[in-house]
């Protein structure tokens, strides 16, 4: 599980991104879209790398497995089904696509904690951080089973999976600011961030 070959990084890139008005994976910050950024430290620690979107050619320039969604119109947990489902690895770390702090070291941690568990995920003051987690194959039918009965939040699944949950004060060391699960959902929380980079 140490080695860049044991574990697929996927991106989760089918979102609407209604509230911010446009593509979220191509906002720029420090003039770097934040699909870049992702894909960038991505291609430093997986062999393999897969964007689930359903608009594949706007991500061809990137290196990457692309793929649709499996099961269409269900939301984030078909995206990561989708994902898991065509990882070449047992293990994947998954991410949203709008993730643009995200830490190496932080994810090396989790890496490390995966072994005989379905789900690593961190938690943290704010809850659960399922979009910043790493999953196993083991959780492909769970996840199926779990939107037959029309439940599409990622932790609806959890209850059937084996899961280690990494508190807070484990990693906080490595990020003391919580930069790694920011995201970016608005044009003001676009604005506070580039605020705060400035204020840095």
């Known amino acids: 599980m140490k080695n860049k070959n044991g574990i697929t990084g ?16 191509f906002i720029e ?30 991500f061809l320039n990137l290196e990457a497995r692309i793929f649709d969604d ?3 119109d269900r939301g984030v947990l078909a995206g990561l089904y989708t994902g898991l489902f065509f990882s070449s690895h047992l293990y994947s770390f998954c991410v949203a696509c709008d993730m643009p702090f995200l830490n190496e070291s932080v994810i090396k941690y989790l890496i490390q904690k995966a072994d005989h568990f379905d789900v690593i995920v961190p938690k943290t003051k704010d809850g659960l951080q399922p979009l910043h987690a790493i999953y196993s194959k083991g959780c492909l039918e769970p996840i199926k089973r779990t939107i037959e009965q029309r439940k599409y939040k ?12 990494v508190e807070e004060y484990e990693f906080y060391s490595l990020d003391p600011t919580m930069e790694s699960f920011i995201n970016v959902n608005t044009p003001e929380e676009l604005r506070l961030i580039k605020q705060r980079k400035r204020s840095n």
């Open 154 to 165: 990622i932790i609806d699944f959890f209850p059937r999976v084996k899961i280690k949950m």
């Open 29 to 58: 910050i420090d003039g770097i879209p934040i699909i870049n950024r992702i894909h960038t430290l991505f291609k430093e620690l997986f062999q393999e790398i897969i964007i689930v979107t359903n608009q594949a050619e706007l």
């Open 70 to 72: 499996i099961i269409p």
């Open 10 to 25: 996927i991106i989760l890139s089918g979102g609407k991104s209604l509230r911010m008005g446009e593509n979220k994976a």
